[in-house]
């Protein structure tokens, strides 16, 4: 019997800080439950460029070569053995975290904390389990999602970040029904996608704060944010309690020229930066809530007093469970407008490193400002 001649692929594999390799690999068949999916469009994130210039994430290093990647969309173009409901030629989306099905925490429905969890793209396990930026890979029909007509493959890679913005507005209590006030530290891809999710969801009120003007006027001319506040740039707090006082201080200042001196209902901190953790508490109104999404620094001191006295809710919140579907939709629906202006830059594979290197400087070679990057095939 002859074998059988399998196809070769390309992949941008990472061996090593800034060692970014375009390889050939072999294109091996779906196995069983599998569907195998053509790459269209993957979007860069911040833990992607971590990998990228350091060779880790936090405490996650790499062991093996490992291809990036986890914010992706494309089209079936094989089904593997007892994978149902998908056909070739269907557009969908990969959800990246593959599950065990089998602990506490993927029966009541809260997956993303299964202690099992494999996730494509990180170096948490070993081995690592390669991400999507490749032409093609093999990934679980469970976690492989159909796009709406409406939803193109650029909006569909939105999906994995907006399911982060998902996930920790449920757990916030976010919800038309009960409109409320939003403030967002930090205005990247993840702080324009909670302005652009709380205003879906009936949020009265949408401001943001960062350091960096440009991204602020940004999100105000497309809608995102109704006001922003650029912090002041100064050195270093010499010691804990000049820090404290000056996170107070200036957040007083942004709530003042919000016009809002009690402070908003729900505070989304995107930036992981220790003065903003510390200014979200004194952000939010008495009775409010402070959802950290952001990953930054490891140990923080807190005004907590400031919060308990108050009884101001600190809530954290990890990746998502249970999202993507709605997160689709809503990117289809029409809703989200403006959404793709948070892709400001679009490379092809064989570029990935020209890409990377490019949102490690947050601007392009015209100066412009880089926001969310697009790689995919026709770039």
């Known amino acids: 019997m002859s074998p059988i001649a399998l196809a070769s692929q390309h992949a941008a594999v990472l061996h090593g800080p800034k060692d970014l390799r375009l390889e050939d690999r072999t294109l091996w068949p779906p196995s069983h439950g599998q569907v195998q999916v053509a790459i269209k469009a993957t979007g860069l994130c911040g833990s992607d460029l971590h990998y990228y210039l350091h060779g880790r994430n936090g405490d996650f290093a790499l062991r093996s070569p490992l291809v990036l990647g986890h914010e992706a969309a494309g089209v079936v173009t094989a089904i593997g053995p007892g994978a149902r409901g998908f ?4 557009r969908v989306a990969i959800e990246a975290g593959i599950m065990c099905n089998n602990c506490d925490y993927c ?4 997956y993303n904390l299964c202690k099992s969890l494999r996730f494509a793209s990180s170096a948490k396990t070993f081995p690592h389990l390669d991400g999507t930026l490749q032409d093609r890979m093999n990934h679980p029909a469970h976690v ?3 796009l709406p007509d409406n939803c193109s493959y650029e909006q569909a890679s939105l999906a994995e970040p907006l399911s982060v ?9 976010l919800s038309p029904s009960t409109p409320s006030t ?3 530290f930090g205005v990247g891809a993840i702080g324009l996608l909670a302005c652009a999710l709380a205003k879906a969801s009936g949020a009265t009120r949408v401001c943001a704060i960062d350091i960096n003007q440009a991204r602020l006027d940004f999100a105000v001319q497309q809608g995102f944010a109704e006001q922003a506040h650029c912090l002041p740039m100064v050195d270093k707090a010499k010691t804990t309690d000049e820090q404290l006082r000056r996170a107070k201080e200036n957040v007083m200042a942004a709530l003042g020229a919000f016009g809002m001196p009690d402070g908003f209902d729900i505070i989304f901190e995107c930036t992981g930066a220790e003065p903003c953790i510390q200014m979200s508490i004194h952000a939010a109104i008495t009775g409010g809530k402070v ?25 954290g919140s990890f990746r998502y469970a249970n999202t993507y579907p709605a997160a689709l939709a809503l990117l289809g629906s029409g809703k989200l407008p403006n959404i793709e202006s948070i892709i400001t830059h ?13 949102l490690s400087r947050g601007r392009d070679d015209n100066g412009d400002m880089v926001i969310k990057i697009m790689v995919g095939p026709g770039h």
């Open 87 to 90: 056909h070739v030629g269907q």
């Open 107 to 110: 029966s009541s429905g809260r």
């Open 346 to 358: 679009r490379f092809p594979l064989e570029k990935t490193a020209q890409a990377f290197d490019m």
């Open 144 to 146: 492989v999602h159909p």
């Open 291 to 315: 959802m950290l999404v952001g990953m930054g620094s490891r140990n923080v001191t807190l005004p907590l007093s400031a919060a308990a006295l108050r009884e101001v809710d600190i809530q």
């Open 165 to 173: 913005l998902l996930h920790a507005s449920r757990r916030v209590g």
């Open 182 to 184: 939003v403030l967002v």
